[in-house]
């Protein structure tokens, strides 16, 4: 259930658009009369709302009422029949996910003196009929069926280890939507359903029992691509999946499946941070859908709902540099929705000489004036806007590693998934650019909570690049000096009062926290490409939101294989070299704990890293990599590995 419709829409949609990216993308224009009968597939986003009523037996009785909400999001696929007289009945199924903040999925929980519990949502899912009317190219139906929960039930006796069970709830669904055709093959939705299950009883081997009654209610948005096949009326050849039939806007995206693991590894000791030395293997999965559309002369819009699902290698700690770009800070057993970017983009020209934009993830396809500047506003990552770099830059395509495909040393704001609020002001010329911006930094280390005091609280990032060429090969150097003022730990006053049991967060206050990147890439030829970064922070105070390293340097090479006939092929082959402050090392020798690194002692060395991959074009949309990695002395700790890491990726994208 977790995977199969989550994967059918991605394959579809990839399989699709390779058949039709050589294929034009423009369509006739709408008809009169919008033929509903047919094939869809969608997704849907939107706000979801929740009671409960829980009661736990130990056999003392606690009972709680919990009201939950958040964002959702998920897909969805249907058949509609249309009739002569505008009536309209149908089929669809479809199945929603929460998003990753604990308030969203966490239905309930209760207490007593002897033990807790707590009851988790991992989808909602619904078979349903629909009945309608259509007028033209609108649609008004109601909706009702078969509705199913997938949770999970956590109990934690007092003393006792914690012991979970899976349970998927039976329960209805009911409710109706207003959806229009706004292009040949596309209709956008609102719609509203409420869902009541039955009630469930869960006992745990311990004697613990729980029981709790569930419903839940969503408002949601849907966009559905209507899928022809040869024969019918509606069927156009020229028309792929990915065919937004309207030069105004387009669509994207990508899935990328990601295993990793490692061998046993020497470990005399293991702390809380400590990668652990047996055998172990984990995987993640994400997948993505990229909305750009123009709303005025100049102006854009980017919404990039995602699911994201996984684990990385021991709950992602254990190494400053770490070894999957796509494990995220938070654990997701099953897929959790977020709204990865949100943002409106103002671009300016100036005259003159123009260049073409690509068409991309986050690029509607355009011709612009070279001298120009941008405005981006909104929810994106900092690294969507600076320290760019053409050969380490996506864990989707290229390196995976932390400290390959970004300066480990850049404390850049984000939450635990990498992401925050800013606002960026681009000047482009010719040979050079000119980015400044602000965002919000977030409340304490490692958080979901945003730090709202504008501008007292945040990060201040300037960045020069400039291009020139070298041996008639271009190249870009790009000069990034950041400073953080956020709520953050010393090490050093943590270490200097005992009293404190190394307990950072007492030392927690307004603090500032500054650095500076130089990021270099050089064509040598077409084919070979080499690229290197420095990085650098004064490392005082703790890691805000990326990653436990205060120096950092890292290169390499990047080989794409049309010497032996495979020119989307990609050979890349990277080290790095991350390092410590003397305050952060004493306190990790104290048995201090990082985000990412705490062994509990310290014997510290500078962390190294190798990392090789080659990624293997099995067509246009999708690739296959194999990739290796060598972490020597991991959380700069010389008693531990080294850390042999083998993976492999599965990335496919429209």
Do not use: C
């Not at 559905?224 to 065919?243: A, L």
């Not at 495979?566 to 410590?580: K, L, Q, T």
């Not at 060395?605 to 990695?629: H, M, V």
């Amino acid at each position: 259930m977790r995977t199969s419709t989550a994967t059918a829409l991605s394959v579809l949609a990839v399989t699709e658009a390779a058949t039709a990216a050589d294929l034009p993308l423009k369509a006739p224009a709408m008809k009169a009369v919008y033929d509903w009968t047919g094939l869809y597939i969608g997704v849907h986003a939107g706000y979801g709302f929740g009671t409960s009523n829980a009661t736990l037996t130990d056999p003392a009785i606690a009972t709680n009422h919990n009201v939950f909400s958040g964002m959702i999001g998920g897909v969805q696929a249907g058949y509609n029949w249309r009739l002569n007289s505008g009536l309209l009945v149908g089929v669809e199924g479809d199945i929603s996910f929460p998003n990753y903040l604990p308030s969203n999925h966490v239905v309930n929980s209760a207490a007593t003196a002897l033990s807790t519990a707590e009851e988790r949502w991992d989808y909602f899912a619904s078979i349903r009929g629909r009945v309608g009317y259509t007028s033209g190219a609108w649609l008004f139906y109601a909706t009702g069926g078969l509705a199913f929960a997938g949770e999970r039930f956590l109990s934690r006796p007092d003393g006792d280890a914690e012991d979970r069970r899976l349970k998927t709830r039976l329960g209805w669904a009911a409710g109706a939507g207003v959806e229009y055709a706004f292009a040949p093959h596309w209709t956008a939705r609102l719609e509203y359903l409420y869902r009541k299950f039955e009630d469930v009883s869960v006992p745990f081997p311990s004697g613990v029992n729980y029981a709790s009654t569930v419903d839940f209610q969503t408002i949601r948005l849907g966009l559905n691509r209507k899928i022809d096949w040869p024969g019918m009326p509606t069927y156009n050849p020229k028309s792929g999946i990915t065919d937004t039939e309207s030069d105004r806007w387009e669509i994207h995206g990508q899935s990328t499946v990601i295993a990793q693991g490692y061998p046993s590894f020497r470990a005399p000791y293991t702390g809380t941070n400590s990668l652990t030395p047996a055998p172990q293997l984990q995987q993640t999965w994400s997948n993505s859908l990229f909305l750009n559309a123009r709303l005025w002369d100049g102006g854009e819009v980017y919404y990039n709902p995602e699911l994201l699902q996984g684990f990385g290698l021991n709950n992602t700690v254990g190494a400053a540099g770490f070894p999957n770009g796509e494990a995220q800070k938070s654990n997701f057993p099953y897929p959790h929705y977020n709204t990865s970017r949100l943002f409106l983009r103002q671009t300016f020209g100036f005259g003159g000489e123009q260049e073409e934009l690509a068409s991309g993830q986050l690029q509607l396809g355009q011709k612009v004036d070279v001298s120009r500047l941008t405005i981006q506003a909104g929810k994106f990552p900092v690294v969507d806007v600076f320290d760019g770099n053409a050969y380490a830059k996506d864990t989707r395509k290229d390196f995976m590693n932390w400290s390959l495909w970004a300066p480990g040393a850049f404390d850049y704001s984000a939450d635990k998934v990498g992401l925050t609020y800013g606002v960026t002001a681009e000047l482009n010329q010719k040979s050079w650019a000119l980015r400044g911006g602000y965002f919000l930094m977030v409340g304490e280390s490692n958080s979901n909570q945003f730090d709202t005091r504008v501008p007292e609280r945040g990060q201040y990032l300037i960045e020069l690049e400039t291009r020139f060429s070298l041996f008639s090969q271009p190249g870009k150097l790009r000069t990034i000096g950041w400073v953080d003022s956020a709520n953050m730990g010393s090490f050093r006053e943590t270490l200097n009062n005992p009293a404190l049991n190394l307990d950072i967060t007492q030392t927690r206050r307004g603090r500032l926290k500054y650095g500076y990147v130089l990021n270099l890439e050089q064509a040598i030829t077409d084919d070979v490409g080499l690229f290197s970064r420095w990085s650098w922070n004064d490392g005082h105070t703790e890691t805000l939101a990326f990653t436990d390293i205060h120096r950092s340097l890292s290169g390499g090479l990047s080989i794409k294989g049309t010497k032996w006939g495979r020119p989307d092929d990609v050979i890349g082959i990277g080290g790095a070299v991350n390092a410590i402050s003397q305050d952060y090392r004493d306190f990790l020798a104290a048995g201090g704990l990082g985000v990412l690194v705490g062994d509990g002692a310290l014997n510290y060395r500078k962390e190294r890293i190798l990392e090789a991959y080659y990624a293997y074009a099995l067509n246009k949309s999708f690739t296959l990599t194999a990739d290796y990695q060598l972490i020597t002395n991991p959380a700069y700790n010389a008693d531990r590995g080294p850390v042999s890491i083998f993976s492999g990726r599965l990335h496919g994208e429209f």
